[in-house]
């Protein structure tokens, strides 16, 4: 976009003044002139910057270099490069120094205010390095042209900007640094005011604050070229200047705030380029915009249009940039669009878009880029879009296209994003000849066929090669062939061929690719059997995980940030060789076969380490030696191996632990209670070991204490003693849970190493009695299991307090007491176990109020009376009661008579303290398999990759 904008402004300036770029030689200017213009040379240094070059020759396609090197003193100055001077008296009139490299600050005493008779200057694309303007190019009064355009002047325009009452033509525009250049509310109407001849205007992103956009209705009713892009305006175009009848050029985009009246373009205008995008209105623009018959260029992006695409839009034959991407556009892609064949760039991204792509042959022609991803499209790709022979960029993915891909012609392809659709069959052949290839990102699909890495060979730019989940095979053929791939892709940043059918070892040949440049490489979810080592050198991040690779663990060079080998077989002790990775922020090496006990120096490493992840192996031993002051850790999960513990006070010092996750292990202990001065400790489990040991805490009241927690899970230890109404009392978290959930979704880590990578927490939890693997944990979520211990006593009050709870198991303990009516305060509640224990009573008819209520186990206890009615009672079978000989009602068979029961205030828990006297201190160890899963869920990791997304691309936030 903005590639084509500043190359636009350029267009005027040689369409306006085609003589700027030749030189007349016929007189010799004055000594006075050259000096000047020595002098303005000399005053900045003569630098390709990085600004420079990637304005220039990037983004505007242009060919920078120093004009300046041919301005030698004792020659003509006529005759220099990029100097015009007037046939008559030799005076310098034009001066075109776009694009030539000076660097420096713009001295306000410049010699270049000593040229006046200058009449068109251009400064665009030079870095002037944050320096103010200066107001002495208000002295330049006979300026008809100027351009400071992406120049990096910063600060406040002048005001004497506006005496240069003869300008045509003024561009300040910044469309790539800006936020740099402020322009005064009583400047711009001086300049409106003043600027009488002006046809063209430039002000791009310059902030212009509480600026009335009435005031552009002063501009002169010849106006050609207004462009006021991104500069903030607020409130109501006036509608006066878009019915200029010589507008040519109109660019309003990218003012959020900016509404237009209802438009309604009339037969005779001369609307060439017009820029409506990110505007705040609503409208049905679209219908009578099919009388611009000379528009080239239209951007209605981010627009809020809705409906189908109107078949008028096929009159705009000119066409040769359109973009109405990031719309909710319905229905199919009308067949006029055949018409327009001139057209370059076709942008309908993200709408809803149905139906297949029309087509015909050799439709487009012209077309060099193609994006349509993040529709709801189908049918087979369009025949022109191998016909097309300039195509540079399509991207189509997020869509439903199927069928086989064919051999394009187009030589010059950079992009193919064809990734999440259902395209079949092999890679066409000629992807392996185009040498500018980029990115080919084909995740996704239903591609098949054997690999053959030789024909990566001709592809010397390739940067990002994703052929994830997909049903391809890699050929195993003999080693040599594969070595023009590694000297040819050079520039392989990110390789993707997870969900494949990659078998064996690693290929020698991507072993070998000691490409300096892979930082990205996913081969989880093959069938790859053994890595020796890990050669590459500037890694960052590496996913094996979820193969049958065997051995010893390999160890990555000491870049890496993620290493992700879970779901393996890996065997033997860990080296404490990896204890040098000290870049590691994510490590999971769950579900494997490995033994022993943690390296000492693990405890140095959370230095780094956010996420560890040693789930379902085999390590005994301490829970890892000492955490070092400083640790970094947020998720720690060492579930599933045979740890005996105990757990060491120095985790203290992770002061960012989100998740500790220690259950299935045999760890003899009492309760830690010290974790609850972890101040972000959200996930704790401890469930299935040998914890024992009363719950009491000594600690002081008013000290915070798991006030973040929101999984509670104490489950299958041996526990004693009341609940720990203490703790209950002090879960802040799940009393009032206030997180926005539409923000974060799930608890996790975001972006590590800002690779626009994200993975989250995962855990294995008991959901509704049954065994739930969590590969993410919702962050809306509270859960309480305490089942399967000894503890004894009533069930507090308090526990109503616990709003925001999910899911409450209380089971196989030794409760006694009256259910408390306070549960009935638990609105949020999906299921509550509290079967296998004592209680007594009534089933409180409050509990009628937990309306989300799925799963209800009162089972094996001694309530009485009768079930309550409806609601959600209705909806819960015998196995919730059974086992309790005194409950009547549905849905047991024996009817409920009131008559026969005490009255009520008897049986409720006003008066139920006393009653424990009944129930003794009878311990009842109970078996683990009375009904009760227990919870040792598979969790993994989900690592979720951004697929590679460039910042510099001007493509912006382009999903893909
Ligand atoms: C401009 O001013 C600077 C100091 O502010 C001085 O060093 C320089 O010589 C001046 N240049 C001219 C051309 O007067
Ligand atoms: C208009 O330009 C003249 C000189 O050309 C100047 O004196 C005057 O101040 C300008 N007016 C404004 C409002 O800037
Ligand atoms: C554009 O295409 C439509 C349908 O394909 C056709 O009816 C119409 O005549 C075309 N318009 C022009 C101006 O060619
Ligand atoms: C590849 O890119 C280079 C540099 O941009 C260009 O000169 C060349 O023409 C391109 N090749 C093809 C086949 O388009």
């Known amino acids: 976009m903005a590639s084509l904008l500043t190359s636009y402004h350029f267009l005027y300036l040689f369409f306006f003044f085609p003589h700027l770029s030749a030189s007349s030689v016929t007189h010799l200017c004055s000594h006075h002139e050259a000096t000047a213009l020595i002098h303005f040379k000399n005053s900045f240094s003569i630098i390709k910057t990085e600004f420079t070059s990637f304005l220039c020759d990037d983004i505007a396609g242009l060919k920078s270099y120093p004009k300046t090197n041919s301005w030698k003193k004792g020659t003509d100055c006529c005759s220099w490069d990029g100097v015009t001077c007037d046939h008559l008296n030799a005076h310098v009139i034009a001066l075109d120094l776009s694009c030539c490299w000076l660097y420096g600050n713009f001295p306000s005493n410049s010699t270049l205010f000593l ?119 607020q409130g109501k175009f006036p509608s006066n200047i878009l019915h200029s009848p010589n507008l040519n050029l109109l660019n309003l985009g990218y003012n959020r705030n900016l509404s237009l009246d209802l438009l309604k373009f009339n037969q005779s205008g001369n609307l060439e380029h017009l820029d409506l995008s990110w505007m705040s209105f609503f409208t049905k623009l679209i219908d009578s915009i099919d009388n611009l018959h000379d528009l080239k260029y239209l951007d209605l992006s981010h627009s809020n249009l809705r409906g189908s695409i109107s078949r008028s839009l096929g009159n705009l034959l000119q066409l040769t940039y359109l973009d109405l991407s990031w719309n909710q556009l319905s229905g199919q892609v009308p067949l006029s669009i055949l018409n327009l064949t001139q057209l370059q760039h076709l942008i309908i ?239 999971d090496l769950s579900h494997n076969k490995l033994i022993g006990t943690i390296p000492q120096c693990f405890g140095n490493l959370s230095n780094n380490l956010e996420f560890l992840n040693l789930k379902k192996n085999k390590f005994y031993g301490m829970i890892l030696p000492t955490f070092a002051k400083g640790c970094q850790l947020s998720y720690l999960n060492l579930n599933g191996n045979q740890f005996e513990g105990p757990l060491s006070p120095s985790i203290l010092n992770c002061r960012s632990l989100e998740v500790l996750d220690l259950g299935n292990n045999k760890i003899n202990d009492t309760f830690p209670h010290w974790l609850g001065s972890l101040p972000r400790l959200q996930v704790l489990v401890l469930k299935s070991n040998q914890m024992h040991g009363s719950l009491h805490d000594h600690s002081s009241k008013s000290s915070p204490c798991f006030s973040k927690i929101q999984i509670f899970d104490l489950s299958s230890n041996y526990f004693s003693g009341p609940l720990p109404g203490r703790y209950i009392n002090s879960f802040k978290a799940i009393i009032n849970l206030t997180k926005d959930a539409s923000t974060m979704t799930y608890m996790g880590v975001q972006d590590v190493n800002g690779s626009g990578g994200f993975y989250s927490y995962s855990i294995g939890i008991v959901m509704k009695g049954q065994d739930i693997a969590l590969n993410k944990i919702f962050v809306m979520w509270a859960i309480i299991d305490l089942s399967n211990n000894k503890f004894d006593g009533e069930i507090p009050k308090v526990i109503g307090k616990l709003r925001s709870l999910k899911g409450l198991n209380l089971s196989h303990n030794n409760l006694n007491g009256y259910i408390p009516t306070s549960i009935g305060s638990l609105t949020n509640l999906e299921w509550l176990d509290l079967s296998s224990n004592k209680l007594v009573g009534r089933i409180p008819r409050e509990l009628l109020n937990l309306t989300a209520l799925s799963m209800l186990n009162l089972s094996t206890n001694e309530l009485v009376g009768c079930i309550p009615q409806g609601k959600q009672f209705n909806t819960f079978g015998n196995t919730s009661y059974e086992g309790n000989k005194g409950l009547h009602g549905f849905p047991l068979s024996s009817d409920c008579n009131n008559n026969e029961l005490p009255p009520p205030s008897n049986l409720s828990e006003e008066g139920g303290s006393k009653s424990n006297i009944d129930f003794g201190w009878k311990v009842v160890l109970l078996g683990y398999g009375c009904g009760v899963v227990l919870g040792l869920g598979v969790g993994y990791v989900v690592f979720q990759t951004g697929k590679p997304m460039t910042g510099n691309r001007s493509n912006g936030g382009r999903r893909i």
Request: glycine share 4%; proline share 5%.
């Open 115 to 233: 040229l006046p008779y200058i009449q068109k200057l251009n400064l665009a694309y030079n870095d002037f390095n944050y320096s103010k303007m200066p107001f002495e190019f208000g002295q330049l009064t006979r300026l008809v042209y100027l351009n400071i355009s992406e120049t990096l002047f910063a600060g406040k325009v002048p005001s004497q900007i506006s005496h240069l009452s003869k300008l045509v033509s003024l561009d300040l525009s910044h469309n790539v640094f800006f936020d740099q250049l402020t322009l005064d509310k009583n400047i711009l109407e001086g300049l409106v005011h003043n600027l009488t001849e002006v046809r063209h205007l430039f002000l791009d992103r310059i902030i212009m604050p509480s600026i009335n956009p009435n005031v552009f209705m002063n501009l002169s009713s010849s106006i050609k070229s207004l462009s006021l892009g991104g500069c903030d305006l």
């Open 349 to 587: 991204a993200e709408n809803s878009l149905e139906g297949p792509i029309p087509d015909e042959v050799a439709a487009f022609p012209n077309l060099m880029s193609l994006d349509l991803s993040n529709n709801l499209l189908n049918g087979k790709l369009p025949s022109w879009l191998y016909t097309a022979s300039s195509l540079t960029e399509i991207y189509l993915s997020q869509n439903q296209f199927s069928g086989h891909i064919k051999e394009f012609q187009s030589k010059s392809l950079e992009m193919i994003v064809l990734g999440n659709n259902k395209l079949q069959g092999p890679l066409p052949s000629s992807i392996f000849q185009f040498l500018n290839l980029t990115w080919l990102l084909l995740y996704s699909n239903n591609l098949s066929g054997v690999i053959e890495f030789s024909m990566f060979s001709n592809l010397p730019n390739l940067e990002y090669l994703d052929l994830s989940l997909n049903s391809l095979s890699l050929s195993s053929n003999n080693v040599s062939q594969f070595s023009p791939f590694l000297k040819g892709s050079k520039k392989l940043k990110a390789l993707d061929l997870s969900n494949n059918r990659i078998e064996g070892k690693i290929p020698q040949w991507l072993q070998e690719v000691t490409c300096d440049s892979l930082s990205y490489l996913n081969l989880s979810h093959n069938s790859l059997t053994e890595v020796e080592q890990l050669p590459w050198k500037n890694i960052n991040i590496l996913d094996l995980s979820s193969n049958l690779i065997h051995g010893n663990l390999p160890i990555p060079s000491s870049t890496i940030n993620v290493f992700l080998i879970s779901n393996n077989s890996l065997g033997g002790k860990i080296s404490s060789l990896i204890c040098n990775v000290s870049a590691l922020q994510v490590l």
